[in-house]
């Protein structure tokens, strides 16, 4: 991913399986740079898909994005299968005009 822009907005969606066959007894959270909390502790069940969770904006207000994955103490955790990060554009912003060739 490039850069992100501090002038758009982006959501996380995740996919996780859990570690070790420990069906929802495993449980997961997400933060941004600066410790900000994207989803608190999440049990992971299957290969679900969770989100989308906004991303603070000023988790990248600097031009780049730190995600980190926690787990409970004592438990595995869990895989990240796939993660997107989805831009959507802020309302204040134009349309981005497409032209054809």
């Known amino acids: 991913m490039s850069a992100p822009d501090p ?3 982006y959501r996380l969606r995740i996919r996780y ?3 070790g066959g420990a069906l929802g007894r495993n449980h997961v959270r997400a933060t941004a740079s600066q410790n900000q909390v994207i989803h608190d502790f999440q049990p992971i069940t299957s290969a679900n898909i969770l989100g989308p969770f906004t991303i603070p904006r000023t988790a990248y207000r600097n031009g780049t ?11 595995q955790g869990a895989q ?17 005009e497409r032209h054809q060739r």
């Open 7 to 9: 002038k758009s907005e």
């Open 17 to 19: 399986l859990p570690r």
């Open 65 to 75: 994005l730190e995600l980190t994955w926690t787990s409970k103490p004592g438990e």
């Open 80 to 96: 990240i299968l796939e993660l997107w990060i989805l831009r959507t554009r802020l309302q204040s912003q134009p349309p981005v």
